[in-house]
T-cell receptor, first 113, second 112 residues
C-alpha cells in the first residue's frame, strides 16, 4: 500500500511569489491535514480537509489556503511569500471518519529568498 | 502555558538502557494521544497511539497515559543507537477531526 506522497520535495521561491504544494493521501483515507515545521516554532497545524471540506483551521494568515479534490488529493497554496514562510511543509493522511492515526508524507522543503 | 509540553532534552542514555520521555497537555477533553519519531531531515513517523488510561506495549515501546494528571509518557526498553531521534508527543484537539497539537519534541541520543 503506497504511503502519503508529497510533491515537490524541494522548492526555492522569491519573496512575493506564490506556491502550490500537493499531497496524495494513503488510498482510502479521506482526511488530509497540513502542518508547518520550523526550528523555532516546531510543528504547527495549518488546516484539515475531509471529504472536500475544511474541517479544522489553525492560526495562520489568509495567505495560506488549501483545498481537497474528490479523490482526496489535497493542495496547499501560499500567496505573497515571505522569508518567514521558509519551512518544511508536511501533509498527514488519516481515515478520518472517527479520528484514526495520522501518517505523514516526506514533506516539501520550501525556501523563500 | 503551551498546550503540549515536553522536555527538549537532549536526553542521553547508554545503549541497552531504558529511555523515558514525558509529555503533559493542558486540554482536559483530549482523548487521543500519539508518539512520533523524527530522524534528522526526515518526516515524523508514528510509533505509538494511546487512547485509554494505563499502559500500551508494542515491542520495545510502552506508552503510558494518565488523564487525571494530563500526562503521557513513552518508555523505550533496550535502547539502541538507531533510536537516536527526536520524539514528538501529539494530542488530538477536541474529539473530532485531525487537528494534532505537537510538543516541541525531545531529542534522544543513545550512546554505544
Amino acid at each position: 500500500k503506497a504511503g502519503v506522497t508529497q510533491t515537490p520535495r524541494y522548492l526555492i521561491k522569491t519573496r512575493g511569489q506564490q506556491v502550490t504544494l500537493s499531497c496524495s493521501p494513503i488510498s482510502g483515507h479521506r482526511s488530509v491535514s497540513w502542518y508547518q515545521q520550523t526550528p523555532g516554532q516546531g510543528l504547527q497545524f495549518l488546516f484539515e480537509y475531509f471529504s472536500e471540506t475544511q474541517r479544522n483551521k489553525g492560526n495562520f494568515p489568509g495567505r495560506f489556503s488549501g483545498r481537497q479534490f474528490s479523490n482526496s488529493r489535497s493542495e496547499m497554496n501560499v500567496s505573497t511569500l515571505e522569508l518567514g514562510d521558509s519551512a518544511l511543509y508536511l501533509c498527514a493522511s488519516s481515515g478520518g471518519q472517527g479520528y484514526t492515526e495520522a501518517f505523514f508524507g516526506q514533506g516539501t522543503r520550501l525556501t523563500v529568498v | 502555558q503551551k498546550e503540549v509540553e515536553q522536555n527538549s532534552g537532549p536526553l542521553s542514555v547508554p545503549e541497552g538502557a531504558i529511555a523515558s520521555l514525558n509529555c503533559t497537555y493542558s486540554d482536559r477533553v483530549s482523548q487521543s494521544f500519539f508518539w512520533y519519531r523524527q530522524y534528522s531531515g526526515k518526516s515524523p513517523e508514528l510509533i505509538m497511539s494511546i487512547y485509554s488510561n494505563g499502559d500500551k506495549e508494542d515491542g520495545r515501546f510502552t506508552a503510558q497515559l494518565n488523564k487525571a494528571s494530563q500526562y503521557v509518557s513513552l518508555l523505550i526498553r533496550d535502547s539502541q543507537p538507531s533510536d537516536s531521534a527526536t520524539y514528538l508527543c501529539a494530542v488530538l484537539r477536541g474529539n473530532q477531526g485531525g487537528k494534532l497539537i505537537f510538543g516541541q519534541g525531545t531529542e534522544l541520543s543513545v550512546k554505544p
